[in-house]
């Protein structure tokens, strides 16, 4: 009688805990104080789950922090759950994993909620994982994994997969858009997108008015907010709730301090995406941040390739943690709050002494390190912009303790810089003197063991053409090589894979090459070779030496371009390509002095050098381009030096500090017939029968202000011993 007494109230007792179960599996979560925006994104999500389908199916939203995964994840669960025998929303998953034995307690409650048994227990993961699918492998359950971040956490709580019954559904949420790419066409995924402005303004005001609209007097506050926080849901609850019955004078200040310093729980949630990345792609976006936001992806590639940084992956990463957009013009994008929270952690480094922070982005800053001198080896990355009107004076000392300075963006005088820098792009720096100019040049000169000095025969102040080269005088507009927009930054992939992508450095830290982009089209007097077209022919002896070579481009004013210019080398007729350059949003002409190193050149074109004297011809061309107005006028190199120790002759040529004006001004009485003789008289070949009898100086010296042809050929007799040509290029 007591035993079966006892048996009834086991019977009993299993009914109220089935009855337990069930209502704890079957219980609605808290969504939202305000759901604004939550209903439709939800309703997307439960289209994709297709709840009466019979297979098991997988679902993944994804976004950036604070976007509100979470929120609709409850959402749709909300929706659904009444469809399944078992049920489980595991949330925080990625911090839950974080702690000691975090993996384990997650299996337990995944088991609890779906069996009921709270003395289940799990011994190591990997009998869980067994356990798990034991348990639950008859079942139809809803399980929504919330912030993963790992793919080993997934297949912890549900393995491939293949653990649950026909009909069961799983929804992950994470920041990792390349996470749910692993599962392949298995997985439907689904990118959750901010709120609109209407959607932002009727969430604020119902954190900050207790309605759905601001009251009149907040107005213009109320826009500034909605402009802040750009449609970040958390971001407009916390400061919703925090400017909630505040006066005016109170707005005011905190919006003010909002956009110096960010609030302190908005920084935490979006730092989780930060606090993922590695060492590298940590550096890559705290640069863009502090500097690259809104520049084309290939010209920060080009930068941060440069400094062993592994752009062209580490960008892809920031682009699948939602931290970076790319739009359809190849432009490198973040949201204001995600670009706040990088600055905030550079600022965090020394709250209250710039100067050994690892970046300065702000000319406040800038100025304060850079007039006290109070710079340090821990500053990589620096922006002087200073406001228009304003001249900053600098000290050529000012840089010389930032020993690790990696890049540098101006728009005023160039100091001194450290050995570390290997490219300055300064194409808007129109304050840019002569003086700053031959600073950066000598230095750049220095570092690839460039000599000062240099000889040549040749006279620079006469364009000299021979019948084979006078066509590349003058690289007219070439409007076949116009590409669209969207094709041109779709060469980018290919360009990347290339040889001939941006040379890093050596082993032994010394650079393979060096880049500076100013403002200008004119040649500098140093330079010992000149042409006014695309290409310079020389004679070099046993070896090829370093050279620095400067580029002239000409484009309209009006427009925006953005090109490549590929450098050949023809060594004894031999051809090898050394570097394709691109350049991306001009808007004015510009120089491009280029320089690599002795190793590079030995590496590329050492093995076409014969005997004691060998002929070199270098030569640029636009190979491909595009503009916003959509290819009307070309741009053009519009002439070209070189800087070599060639065997030309004995002109002298020295890199010094001129005039800027200078750098654009013509030189130059005409040379004589017979010195003209003297110097051309070693390269000119036997069989020639033509003498150029004129010579004019001109900006493009194809014909005179009259018209006529500038340069006249007559054919010399056959008694005459001496014969004369003048080679395109040569020696200028």
Not at 337 to 347: A, C, D, P
Not at 554 to 578: P, Q, S, W
């Amino acid at each position: 009688m007591l035993c079966d007494s006892y048996s009834e109230f086991e019977f009993i007792q299993e009914i109220v805990k089935e009855i337990s179960n069930s209502k704890l599996n079957h219980t609605p979560l808290f969504v939202a104080r305000y759901p604004v925006g939550i209903n439709y994104r939800a309703e997307a999500i439960k289209l994709l789950l297709d709840i009466g389908s019979k297979d098991v199916r997988m679902v993944g939203m994804y976004g950036p922090g604070g976007v509100g995964k979470t929120t609709i994840a409850k959402a749709v669960y909300n929706m659904v759950y009444d469809h399944f025998e078992g049920c489980s929303f595991l949330e925080n998953v990625r911090d839950r994993f974080g702690i000691f034995n975090g993996g384990i307690q997650l299996q337990e409650t995944l088991l609890y909620e779906i069996v009921g048994d709270i003395n289940l227990k799990v011994s190591n993961v990997y009998r869980g994982i067994n356990l798990i699918k034991e348990r639950l492998c008859n079942k139809r359950i809803l399980l929504i994994l919330d912030d993963v971040d790992k793919l080993d956490q997934i297949e912890i709580l549900i393995g491939q997969c293949d653990f649950f019954a026909s009909g069961s559904r799983i929804i992950l949420t994470t920041r990792d858009e390349h996470l749910l790419a692993s599962f392949g066409k298995g997985l439907s995924a689904y990118k959750i997108t901010k709120l609109n402005d209407h959607e932002a303004l009727e969430l604020f005001s119902l954190h900050a008015f207790q309605r759905n609209k601001p009251e009149d007097d907040y107005l213009e506050l109320t826009d500034q907010v909605i402009r802040y926080a750009k449609g970040i849901p958390l971001a407009l609850a916390i400061i919703g709730a925090d400017l909630y019955g505040r006066s005016e004078m109170e707005w005011k200040s905190a919006l003010d301090k909002y956009e110096r310093i960010p609030n302190k729980e908005i920084q935490q949630i979006l730092e989780i995406s930060y606090e993922g990345l590695d060492e590298t792609e940590r550096d890559i976006f705290l640069d863009i941040a502090c500097f690259f936001k809104g520049f084309c992806k290939n010209y920060v590639v080009d930068i941060l390739n440069s400094c062993n940084l592994y752009p062209v992956i580490g960008i892809q990463r920031l682009i699948e943690k939602c931290l970076v957009t790319i739009d359809r013009y190849d432009k490198l994008w973040m949201h204001d709050l995600v670009q706040q929270m990088g600055r905030e952690i550079v600022r965090q480094e020394s709250p209250k002494i710039p100067g050994i922070r690892s970046r300065l982005w702000c000319y406040e800053d800038a100025f304060e390190v850079l007039t006290k001198n109070t710079g340090s080896r821990k500053i990589r990355g620096m922006m002087i912009c200073s406001p228009e009107g304003a001249k900053l004076q600098l000290e050529a000392k000012c840089l010389e303790k930032m020993k690790n300075l990696k890049f540098l963006l101006v728009n005023n005088e160039i100091p001194k810089l450290p050995k570390t820098i290997r490219g300055v792009n300064a194409s808007n720096c129109f304050s840019l003197n002569s003086e700053s100019l031959s600073k950066i040049l000598l230095q750049f000169g220095r570092i690839l063991g460039l000599p000062q000095n240099m000889a040549c025969l040749g006279v620079r102040d006469d364009i000299l053409l021979d019948s084979q080269s006078s066509s590349r005088l003058w690289q007219r507009a070439d409007l076949s090589s116009w590409v669209p927009r969207h094709k041109f930054f779709e060469f980018k992939s290919e360009f990347r894979e290339s040889q001939y992508w941006l040379r890093d450095y050596y082993d032994d830290d010394t650079p393979c090459d060096c880049h500076v982009i100013i403002p200008g089209n004119k040649i500098p007097k140093w330079v010992n070779h000149e042409s006014v077209g695309s290409s310079i022919s020389l004679w070099v002896g046993s070896e090829l030496p370093t050279f620095a070579l400067c580029v002239a481009f000409c484009v309209a004013d009006e427009d925006e371009y953005d090109f490549v210019c590929v450098v050949d080398i023809f060594t004894n007729g031999h051809k090898r390509t050394l570097v394709k350059k691109f350049f991306f949003e001009m808007h004015c002409d510009h120089q491009w002095f280029y320089g690599a190193s002795h190793r590079l050149l030995q590496e590329e074109v050492g093995n076409l050098i014969q005997g004691d004297r060998n002929h070199v011809e270098i030569s640029c061309k636009i190979s491909c381009w595009t503009s916003e107005t959509g290819g009307e006028i070309a741009p053009t190199i519009a002439r070209m030096g070189v800087h070599v120790n060639c065997i030309c002759g004995l002109h002298n040529s020295v890199i010094s500090h001129e005039n800027h004006d200078e750098l654009v001004q013509p030189r130059g009485n005409r040379i004589s017939k017979r010195i003209l003789h003297q110097r051309l008289k070693p390269f000119l070949p036997r069989c020639c029968c033509f003498i150029l009898r004129k010579l004019y100086h001109t900006l493009y010296p194809i014909r005179s202000t009259s018209g006529r042809p500038l340069l006249k050929a007559r054919k010399i007799s056959s008694k005459r011993k001496r014969p004369l040509v003048a080679r395109s290029s040569n020696c200028l």
